[in-house]
T-cell receptor, first 114, second 115 residues
Framework: KAGVTQTPRYLIKTRGQQVTLSCSPI?????VSWYQQTPGQGLQFLFE???????NKGNFPGRFSGRQFSNSRSEMNVSTLELGDSALYLC?????????????FGDGTRLSIL | DQQVKQNSPSLSVQEGRISILNCDYT??????FLWYKKYPAEGPTFLIS?????DKNEDGRFTVFLNKSAKHLSLHIVPSQPGDSAVYFC??????????????FGQGTILTVHP
């Protein structure tokens, strides 16, 4: 069974640019969540999507946005990139939102801002 | 405001012995707890979870204990193997409120198992 797939694995951008990251969940999973991992702040929740609707959002500025498509695939967009946005961005999926279900993670997209 | 804390940044254990990783939380709304293992350049891998209605859950070499009154959980690995060397993250979520659906992670503990 294929796991969560994130593309691209690595990305280099400059300040002020925007970026779109992609996530394909495990087949049959309809909930997709995004997390940011940095050395200083650790793993922090960005948002969760289920049935193409955002269900919850973390404490990130509006420059961070996402969407989910009818096939459950999700994209995350960051506009007006800042140096502090350099991080590992992780996507996680599960069958449905809420409840006692583990989230399964992809290997992430490493974003570097120059 | 760190709601999930792993106070030990690192732990070193001999192969074959028990590894005990600890985690404390402050949010009484948390009702589902998980442990993840992470290798460099990979995403976190789910290990084991426990619901707040239980105080113990086992899966092979891994056992998680939950003490709700102390807001404390621990992961026991017996016996420890060199391949267990990784960063271990404790995470928690809630069935409602602002923590609904999201995982709140601890800072991680680096486990090193020596042959």
């Amino acid at each position: 069974k294929a796991g969560v797939t994130q593309t691209p694995r690595y990305l280099i951008k400059t300040r002020g640019q925007q970026v779109t990251l992609s996530c394909s969940p495990i087949s049959g999973h309809r909930s997709v969540s995004w997390y940011q991992q940095t050395p200083g702040q650790g793993l922090q929740f960005l948002f969760e999507y289920f049935s193409e609707t955002q269900r919850n959002k973390g404490n990130f500025p509006g420059r961070f946005s996402g969407r989910q498509f009818s096939n459950s695939r999700s994209e995350m967009n960051v506009s007006t990139l800042e140096l502090g946005d350099s991080a590992l961005y992780l996507c996680a999926s599960r069958y449905r939102t809420g409840g006692d279900q583990p989230q399964h993670f992809g290997d992430g997209t490493r974003l570097s801002i120059l | 405001d760190q709601q999930v804390k792993q106070n030990s940044p690192s732990l070193s254990v001999q192969e074959g012995r028990i590894s005990i990783l600890n985690c404390d939380y402050t949010n009484s709304m948390f009702d589902y707890f998980l442990w993840y293992k992470k290798y460099p350049a990979e995403g976190p891998t789910f290990l084991i979870s426990i619901s707040s209605i239980k105080d113990k859950n086992e899966d092979g070499r891994f056992t998680v204990f939950l003490n709700k009154s102390a807001k404390h959980l621990s992961l026991h690995i017996v016996p420890s193997q060199p391949g267990d060397s990784a960063v271990y993250f404790c995470a928690a979520s809630a069935a409602g409120g602002t923590s609904y659906g999201k995982l709140t992670f601890g800072q991680g503990t680096i486990l090193t198992v020596h042959p």
